[in-house]
Nanobody, 124 residues
Framework: QVQLVESGGGSVQAGGSLRLACAAS????????MGWFRQAPGKEREFVAG????????FYGDSVKGRFTISRDYAKNTMYLQMNSLKPDDTALYYC?????????????????WGQGTQVTVSS
């Protein structure tokens, strides 16, 4: 049974940092692409960052470029999102996702496996 479990969310002041983790189990293969998305109240789910099967290709949404870094640890079967210089606009429920393909995508519909989400709240 495929499972993705996020952790690391919390409350932080603007300018601070958080690191999110996504632990994968039950069939998420190391050759799956993975990604992070977020959804704020009243808004659509937004692409944040993606990483391909090799970890060598990473790509980001425009609003987080230069501040967030995605990575993955194959030994631990875990993906990370390092978030620096956080802003109040980054407040959202953050989801990790995986797709049955080596190559990442930016659209929700391209990902078949999702975690339950972890809340990030940034105060000004």
């Amino acid at each position: 049974q495929v499972q993705l479990v996020e952790s690391g969310g919390g409350s932080v002041q603007a300018g601070g940092s958080l690191r999110l983790a996504c632990a994968a189990s039950g069939g998420i293969l190391s050759n799956n692409a993975m990604g992070w998305f977020r959804q704020a109240p009243g808004k659509e789910r937004e692409f944040v960052a993606g990483i391909d099967w090799s970890g060598g290709y990473k790509f980001y949404g425009d609003s987080v470029k230069g501040r967030f870094t995605i990575s993955r640890d194959y030994a631990k079967n875990t993906m990370y999102l390092q978030m620096n210089s956080l802003k109040p606009d980054d407040t959202a429920l953050y989801y990790c996702a995986s797709r049955s393909s080596p190559y990442g995508r930016r659209l929700n519909a391209d990902y078949g496996y999702w975690g339950q989400g972890t809340q990030v709240t940034v105060s000004s």
